[in-house]
């Protein structure tokens, strides 16, 4: 062991485990790339006040959660903590709204946020999101569940369920906004929590303490204050997913972390998380994009945990079917055979084999152990007598059964399909 550790709330992801991290980010895109989203990706930091005016002044991401620094220059920056006001920074900084919308962007990446560690939530996490730009059309809204769905259904979860729920707009939500208050003023709250009453009341009703769940109930819920806009819209989209075959939850108390949510907002939970059950949410966010200086663009987009994926296909006990790191691996025995097998394996990974090498001068003992390890279906082991006669000995690992292969074949051999 070094004399380092990765800090507090981080974890490396390493051989094996770091496959399934990748697959996990391969399956929640793939997606997306067939449903017209562009790959976008943006800095690790921003200006703080991105952050602050897109995801919120009074929201704990922003009051607690931020790594804030300074650079030499006076710069204040931040570690970003989501990602949503970062692409919508990047698609108005580079025009992308003036050339037809929606503009259909999705990222995937690193986040930061100073929280404390726990099993499913760390200071450094990854997410993989996806945001619908400029377009006001409940088929969006629907669109994004329905590929949040399909990425968890193409992972084999299947133990998630979707909470949705609409926040209403600028219309209906003042009114509705007093009419919380009111209520929240009644009950017996801590300071914190009478603060957020005035700041952001709804906030109040994500409030996982029993003692202050208790004291919601007959609390006033927005789906009974909403316009007639907003209430046309949402039926739209809980159709659409009906009409997908995607089954969701009315949650009326569902709101999330992030100020900038307009109309449809929901969560992906997974029940066998404990209390870091979210493992992805989203919603429509019409506001954001004059909230950060540009011009009326409304939207929707979610961002998914990778982490907490990963988590709940351990739950489920699902062992994703990952291809062998390595398919082929070459034991040369001898300086000869050294030299022409390691242009076998670049010649062999150049027609798209994936192949390694027994590196290290090893004994054919030692050498086996590796091609073992290595997972490789098979190994590709020639000594001095081998070459002399032109061949090359194939060993099936599964079977342990081998056969003479002439050297000029042995390519053309490995690359059919089952070889
Ligand atoms: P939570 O209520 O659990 O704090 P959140 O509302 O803050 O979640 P979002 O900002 O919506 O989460 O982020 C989307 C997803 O990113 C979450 O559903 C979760 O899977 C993941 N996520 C958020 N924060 C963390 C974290 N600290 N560690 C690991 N994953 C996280
Ligand atoms: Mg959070």
């Not at 099993?119 to 945001?131: C, I």
């Not at 994009?289 to 011009?295: K, N, T």
């Not at 040369?332 to 001068?361: H, I, M």
């Amino acid at each position: 062991m070094s004399t380092f550790q990765a800090p507090k709330g981080t974890y490396d992801l390493i051989p094996p485990d770091s496959a399934a991290y990748l697959a996990v980010r391969e399956a929640i895109a793939a997606p997306l790339r067939r449903s017209g989203y562009g790959y976008v990706e943006t800095p690790g930091f921003e200006d703080v006040e991105l952050f602050a005016r897109g995801v919120g002044e009074s929201t704990d991401i922003v009051t607690k959660e931020m790594y804030v620094f300074e650079t030499k220059g006076g710069s204040r920056l931040a570690l970003r903590p989501e990602g949503t006001a970062s692409v919508l920074r990047a698609a108005l900084q580079a025009n992308l709204h003036k050339q037809g919308l929606p503009v259909k962007l999705w990222y995937s990446g690193s986040y930061y946020r100073y929280e404390r560690p726990q099993k499913g939530r760390y200071r450094h996490f990854s997410q993989v999101g996806a945001e619908a730009i400029g377009a006001e059309d409940p088929a969006l809204d629907a669109e994004l569940i329905i590929l949040a769905n399909d990425a968890y259904r193409s992972l084999g979860l299947s133990n998630f369920r979707i909470l949705l729920n609409s926040l209403g707009d600028k219309e209906c939500r003042p009114a509705y906004r007093a009419a919380l208050q009111d209520f929240l003023r009644g009950l017996d709250l801590d300071e914190d929590t009478r603060r957020r009453i005035d700041i952001n009341p709804l906030r109040v009703l994500d409030d996982k303490r029993p003692a202050v769940q208790a004291q919601l109930v007959g609390v006033p819920l927005l789906r009974d204050h909403l316009c007639e806009a907003c209430k046309e819209y949402h039926e739209q989209v809980r159709e659409l997913l009906n009409d997908a075959g995607v089954d969701f939850e009315d949650d009326p108390k569902l709101v999330r972390g992030l100020d900038y949510y307009t109309r449809t907002t929901f969560e992906f939970v997974h029940d066998g998380l404990g209390s870091q059950s979210a493992v992805g949410g989203g919603g429509r966010y019409d506001g954001l994009s004059e909230m950060i200086g540009g011009p009326a663009l409304p939207s929707v987009g979610w961002a998914l945990g990778v982490d907490r994926t990963v988590l709940a296909l351990e739950a489920e006990g699902i062992e994703l079917e990952l291809p062998a790191a390595t398919t082929v691996f070459a034991v040369p025995l001898g300086e000869e055979a050294r030299r022409v097998l390691f242009a076998k394996v670049s010649e062999l990974r150049r027609a798209g084999v994936a192949a390694d090498f027994a590196y290290g001068g090893k004994g054919i003992k030692a050498a086996m152990k590796a091609a073992n390890r290595s997972g490789a279906r098979f190994a590709v082991v020639a000594g001095e007598r081998d070459l002399a006669e032109g061949v090359v000995q194939l060993k099936d690992m599964r079977t342990g059964e081998q056969e003479p292969v002439a050297l000029d074949a042995i390519v053309d051999r490995l690359r059919a399909p089952g070889a």
